[in-house]
């Protein structure tokens, strides 16, 4: 069974300051994904990540994936207040995406 | 436009009622999915299904039904044996399970029992 774990779950920083999130999955997943919620919204995709070594960027988030150690990573880069959100990674198995429980991110001006 | 409806947006039920919400993609999606949040939680998969008249349960089955009549519909009931139904449902599709497996996601519906 498929497990996923964030950490961290909360997250507070200055602007312009650069922070990594991680997720660590259990087992063997095909896939990885990244989204971003707003509070009382959906979840919008940021990326979908398919092999190892895969690395995609967007402005000032870029994210990885290391499949054989179980690990993808969402790096913010000079981060400014409308990242503030929370951010989700998901794993992919048995045509079930599995998601983590999210890093509540609050960038401080 | 494409994309997915669900709908009601806000939904209020007494404790013994069943309610139903909708969701309805025009995106030609083959896969959806049912997801439950609570706050300050993940999503949790409530049932997904890969083509037309046929459904699994995902990891809290319990206490909800659906049904995939139309490839475009996938309604969701809650019914009374949900012993604690207060949450936030999410519905999403995909292309298939076959290709990136990306979720497309609706706007969400919240139900309060009161």
């Known amino acids: 069974e498929l497990k996923v774990e964030q950490n961290p779950l909360f997250l507070s920083m200055q602007e312009g300051k650069n922070y990594t999130i991680y997720c660590n999955y259990s087992?063997?997943?095909?896939?990885l994904y990244w989204y971003r919620q707003d509070p009382g919204k959906s979840l919008e995709s940021l990326f979908v990540?398919?092999?190892?070594?895969a690395v995609k960027q967007e402005g000032r988030l870029m994210a990885s994936l290391d499949t054989k150690a179980r690990l993808s990573t969402l790096h913010i880069t000079a981060a400014v207040h409308d990242l503030s959100a929370t951010y989700f990674c998901a794993g992919w198995r048995d045509d079930k995406i599995i998601f983590g429980k999210g890093t509540r991110l609050h960038i401080l001006p | 436009d494409g994309g997915i409806t669900q709908s009601p947006k806000y939904l209020f039920r007494k404790e013994g009622q069943n309610v139903t919400l909708s969701c309805e993609q025009n995106?030609?999606?083959?896969?959806m999915y049912w997801y439950r949040q609570d706050p300050g939680q993940g999503l949790r998969l409530i049932y997904y299904?890969?083509?037309?008249?046929?459904?699994q349960k995902g990891d809290i089955a319990e206490g909800y039904s659906v049904s995939r009549e139309k490839k475009e519909s996938f309604p969701l009931t809650v019914t009374s044996a949900q012993k604690n139904p207060t949450a936030f449902y999410l519905c999403?599709?995909?292309?298939?399970?076959?290709?990136?497996?990306?979720?497309?996601f609706g706007e969400g519906s919240r139900l309060t029992v009161l």
């Open positions: 999403a599709s995909s292309i298939s399970a076959g290709y990136t497996g990306e979720l497309f």
């Open positions: 990540l398919l092999s190892n070594g």
């Open positions: 299904s890969q083509i037309v008249n046929d459904f």
């Open positions: 087992t063997t997943s095909d896939r």
């Open positions: 995106l030609n999606h083959d896969a």
